[in-house]
Nanobody, 123 residues
Framework: QLQLVESGGGLVQPGGSLRLYCAASGFTLEHYSIGWFRQAPGKEREGVSC????????NYADSVKGRFTISRDNTRNMAYLDMHSLKPEDTAVYYC????????????????WGQGTQVTVSS
């Protein structure tokens, strides 16, 4: 059974950093694109970043460019989101998602989703 599990969320002060983890099981991640999304209370889900199956192409929302970095380790079946210079407006539940697509990724819809991890940026 294909499963994604996020971890690494927590409470961080403004200007701080966090690394989110996305662990895949039940399938081989190397043939799948990965996206990170977030949803804040009362707001629509927002695409944050994505990475192609081979890690050679990435995409970021304007709101996180220069602050967030997406990466993956197909040998470990893992994906990551490094977040720096965090702002209160980054507070949200963060989700990783995946789809069986090669050489392409976008910030829209994916087939498989994790349960999310809470990130709270507050002093």
């Amino acid at each position: 059974q294909l499963q994604l599990v996020e971890s690494g969320g927590g409470l961080v002060q403004p200007g701080g950093s966090l690394r989110l983890y996305c662990a895949a099981s039940g399938f081989t991640l190397e043939h799948y694109s990965i996206g990170w999304f977030r949803q804040a209370p009362g707001k629509e889900r927002e695409g944050v970043s994505c990475i192609t199956h081979n890690g050679r192409s990435t995409n970021y929302a304007d709101s996180v460019k220069g602050r967030f970095t997406i990466s993956r380790d197909n040998t470990r079946n893992m994906a990551y989101l490094d977040m720096h210079s965090l702002k209160p407006e980054d507070t949200a539940v963060y989700y990783c998602a995946t789809d069986h697509i090669l050489y392409y990724c976008d910030l829209f819809d994916y087939e498989y989703w994790g349960q999310g991890t809470q990130v709270t940026v507050s002093s």
